[in-house]
């Protein structure tokens, strides 16, 4: 290299991640497993597991709005994450995963 400048690269469309969702709430309403968040993605994945670190996740689940109904589990303690998606499907960051517990009788 001389130190001279060179030609300009092409150019390229930078897509910005979306913001991290927060302010997870998890309950049940008459059954039904109801996941609410906030975020202003386009679309989220849900991810379920039985551990914090989601070593095994049990399934996940795509929306595209900031809130899910979902069938009850079994018995038992969960945890949920929610992740933001782009656009294009890129990731955005993981939420904090959230625990909660479904009981014998929900």
């Not at 996941?35 to 795509?62: K, M, T, V």
């Not at 303690?77 to 890129?90: C, D, K, M, N, P």
Request: proline share 8%.
């Amino acid at each position: 290299a001389d130190g001279q400048a060179g030609a300009w690269s092409k150019t390229a469309l930078l897509v910005m991640p979306p913001e991290v969702p927060g302010d997870i709430r998890v309950g049940i309403v008459e059954g039904v497993l109801v996941i609410n968040w906030q975020g202003n993605a386009p679309a989220y994945r849900l991810e379920f597991a039985r551990d914090a670190n989601f070593n095994i996740p049990l399934f996940n689940h795509r929306e595209e709005v900031n809130h899910s109904r979902l069938i009850t589990p079994e018995p038992g303690q969960y945890w949920v994450r929610v992740i933001a998606l782009s656009e294009t499907g890129s990731y955005g960051g993981y939420s904090k995963p959230v625990a909660f517990t479904i009981g014998r009788w929900q």
